[in-house]
């Protein structure tokens, strides 16, 4: 008999402790936008973000995607984020230097090169420390993502070294920062919107662009555009951010879960855009562009002309960021 009060008892102890545990998810329906293409690989890490949170949750919470633009440029989504309309977007995290100037340290050019170091400055305390820094302009960091080196195109002519920019209209995005390194390698640099970017380029109102393989490729731009530089001149990495009039609507459980789920998912899109690269550079080789290898010697004279770029624009960002990240890319004031 007391053997069998003792099991009760046990068994009893186990449901109460099984639903102390359990999740709470509740039905949510999220819109998750981004402006960049179907097929690259942050649209393909939503896609796979989507199913693990649909699964996870018993499929209480659905995600919606929205790629290509289809609810505006950066900016409109964003402002549409910060307002609750939009529940999650993904955006090119060093454009989030118009909300918090510190994010600018991503987008300083001819540093990040070594994709192990990049890793370590995104995962670690600076990674951190400038996700900490959103909740107040509206929004939650919940893991960095990537669309990767970032490389030039034009229709004029093939660039292998520095004196191969002069004078070419160059578009970029609309940052002080990506507008004074344009102009300071002697280029015409011309922020646009990406989603005019194509028209800009059919039209010649721009030679050429900036961007990371698998958007030059997912957007067509071969097909427009004759010369393709590998300059691997700035590293693009994507930020996955979350309403914070959403996010505060969340229960733990749930915040527990999308915070989860994204950095579990980061490994895998950055995977898959790593992979993702030699083929497609092959395959705009295959489409007629004319391919050019940037050698390290060149690239180094790239990032002693833009020196003053870099160590002015470094002074406007926290100078333990600064000090932390140059440390990690090995990269000196001196």
Not at 67 to 77: F, I, K, T
Request: proline residues 4%; charged residues 25%.
């Amino acid at each position: 008999m007391k053997k069998l009060a003792f099991g009760l008892a046990a068994i009893a102890a186990s449901l109460i402790s099984y639903g102390a545990v359990a999740a709470e998810y509740r039905s949510h329906t999220v819109k998750f936008a981004v402006t960049t293409p179907s097929g690259t690989p942050p649209v393909q890490g939503m896609e796979i973000f989507a199913k693990k949170m649909e699964d996870r949750s018993g499929g209480k919470i659905k995600i919606k995607l929205f790629p290509n633009g289809v609810l505006g440029g950066d900016a409109q989504v964003l402002a549409s984020l910060q307002g609750g309309v939009i529940e999650m977007m993904m955006w090119n995290a060093g454009n989030l230097i118009s909300q918090v100037p510190d994010f600018g340290l991503l987008d300083l050019p001819f540093l990040y090169t070594d994709l192990k170091r990049v890793d370590s400055v995104l995962d670690g305390e600076v990674g951190d420390a400038l996700m900490a820094k959103l909740p107040e302009r509206g929004v939650v960091g919940l893991a960095f993502w990537e669309l990767g080196m970032r490389q030039l195109t034009n229709s004029t002519r093939p660039v292998t070294k520095y004196e191969d920019l002069a004078g070419l209209k160059i578009r970029v995005q609309q940052s002080p920062l990506i507008v004074d390194t344009w102009a300071a390698i002697k280029a015409n640099p011309t922020p646009l919107p990406f989603t005019e970017l194509h028209t800009a380029l059919e039209t010649g109102t721009v030679d050429g662009q900036e961007n990371p393989v698998s958007l030059i490729y997912a957007s067509k731009f071969n097909e427009i555009q004759k010369y393709l530089s590998i300059t691997n001149h700035n590293y693009n990495a994507h930020l996955l951010m979350v309403s914070k009039p959403f996010w505060d609507k969340l229960n733990d459980d749930e915040k527990k879960l999308f915070k989860e789920v994204a950095m579990e998912v980061r490994l895998e899109e950055r995977a898959l855009s790593r992979n993702n690269d030699r083929n497609i550079i092959q395959k705009l080789k295959e489409s007629g562009m004319q391919v050019n290898q940037i050698s390290n010697e060149e690239t180094i004279r790239f990032r002693e002309k833009l020196r003053p770029v870099i160590l002015e624009y470094s002074k406007k960002f926290d100078q333990d960021l600064v000090d932390k990240t140059f440390k990690i890319v090995g990269f000196s004031k001196d």
